[in-house]
C-alpha cells in the first residue's frame, strides 16, 4: 500500500501467531529507547509503592499480621488499608501509562513517527475514563477469583472432614482436587484474556469503562465457526506464552539478592533450618529495584502483543486494514 506523505509503508494483513511474535519483537527493536522510558515511567509509581511500604516497615510476615489481629485489630485494619492505597495508586499510574504506550504502538504500527511526548499530550483527553476503567477491570478479575478460592476451601474442609487414610482413596482424592482446581481457574483464565484488549480499545477507540471491557471482549471472544486453536482466547494465550516464559526467566534474576543472603545464612547457621536473621532492608530495596528494571523491559512487549492482535482482529472482522487505506487515500486527495 502505498504511505501517505510523512508516512512509512504500513503492511495491514491478517497474521498469524508467528508472524505477530515476529513483527512485536521488531517494533520492540526499532522503538526501543521509546518504549524503554514510557515503560519507566509506568513502572516508577509501583516501585514508590514498595520502597514506602518497605520504609515505613509495612511488608509484614503472615504471622506477624496474624498476631496484630489478635491484639490490635484496629491497627491491623488501618494497615491493611495503608497497604491497599498505596497498591491500588500504583495500578491507576501503571494502567494511565499503559494507555500512553497503546499510543506510542499504534503511531508505530500504522507507519507514523511516534513520539513520548504526543503520546503523553493524549492522555489528558482519557486521564479520567482510563482510572474509571482501571478500577472496573481490576473489579472484573478480582470477582472471577471467587471460583477458585470457593474451590480451595471446599477442597481444605473435605479434607479435615473425610481425608483418606488409605493409598488407592488417598490418589483418588489428590486428582480430583487437583481437577476442581484447575477447573475453577477456567474462568478466571478466560475472563483475564478477554480484558487483555481494554487498553486498546479506551486508547484507540476513545471508549471507556464498562464499553472498553465490552468491546474488549467482543473482539478476544471465541468464534463457534473456528477450530478450538482458533479462537481469540486461545490465539491470544498462545501469543502471550513466550512473553510469560521471558518474564520468568527475567524474574528470577531479581530474586538474586535474597538468594545471596539466604546463602549466607545457611553458611553462617549450618543448616538451612537454623534461626535465620530477618532480611535487611538493602537486600529487600536491592530485589525490588531489579524487579523494577526488570519489569520496564517486559512490559513494553506484552502491550505491543496485545495491540497488535487488537488490531489483527480488526483487520480480520471488521476488514479495518480497507478502512485504513481508504482514510489514507482521502487524506492524499
Not at 495508586?89 to 504500527?109: H, K, M, P, R, T
Amino acid at each position: 500500500m502505498p504511505a501517505a506523505p510523512g508516512l512509512a509503508p504500513v503492511d495491514l494483513r491478517p497474521l498469524t501467531t508467528s508472524e505477530l511474535i515476529d513483527r512485536g519483537f521488531s517494533l520492540y527493536r526499532a522503538h526501543f529507547a521509546g518504549f524503554l522510558l514510557l515503560a519507566l515511567l509506568c513502572q516508577t509509581a509501583p516501585l514508590l509503592g514498595q520502597l514506602l511500604l518497605t520504609a515505613l516497615n509495612l511488608n509484614p510476615t503472615q504471622e506477624e499480621l496474624t498476631n496484630e489481629l489478635m491484639v490490635s485489630p484496629a491497627r491491623f485494619f488501618e494497615k491493611v488499608g495503608l497497604i491497599l492505597a498505596i497498591i491500588i495508586i500504583g495500578q491507576l499510574v501503571v494502567f494511565a501509562f499503559e494507555v500512553v504506550i497503546a499510543f506510542y504502538i499504534s503511531d508505530a504500527y500504522l507507519g507514523k513517527i511516534p513520539s513520548v511526548k504526543e503520546s503523553l499530550g493524549k492522555l489528558k483527553s482519557c486521564l479520567g475514563p482510563s482510572m474509571w476503567t482501571c478500577l472496573l477491570n481490576r473489579v472484573m478479575i478480582a470477582l472471577t477469583l471467587i471460583f477458585p478460592i470457593v474451590a480451595a476451601t471446599a477442597i481444605y474442609f473435605y479434607s479435615q472432614v473425610y481425608l483418606p487414610e488409605d493409598f488407592l482413596p488417598l490418589i483418588c482424592f489428590a486428582i480430583g482436587a487437583g481437577t476442581l482446581l484447575v477447573a475453577s481457574a477456567a474462568p478466571v483464565l478466560v475472563v483475564f484474556m478477554r480484558l487483555m484488549l481494554t487498553v486498546p480499545a479506551l486508547a484507540i477507540e476513545n471508549r471507556s469503562g464498562w464499553k472498553a471491557i465490552q468491546r474488549s471482549s467482543e473482539l478476544v471472544r471465541y468464534d463457534p465457526g473456528l477450530g478450538f486453536l482458533y479462537w481469540g482466547e486461545m490465539r491470544l494465550s498462545f501469543l502471550l506464552l513466550p512473553l510469560f516464559i521471558i518474564e520468568l526467566l527475567i524474574l528470577s534474576l531479581t530474586a538474586l539478592p535474597m538468594a545471596v543472603h539466604q546463602f549466607g545464612e545457611v553458611v553462617r547457621h549450618g543448616s538451612p533450618g537454623g534461626s535465620f536473621a530477618a532480611t535487611p532492608d538493602s537486600v529487600t530495596i536491592a530485589s525490588q529495584i531489579l524487579m523494577f528494571l526488570a519489569g520496564s523491559l517486559i512490559l513494553p512487549l506484552y502491550s505491543i502483543a496485545t495491540t497488535l492482535f487488537y488490531y489483527d482482529i480488526r483487520i480480520r472482522r471488521e476488514g479495518f486494514d480497507l478502512e485504513y487505506m481508504s482514510g489514507q487515500l482521502g487524506e492524499r486527495k
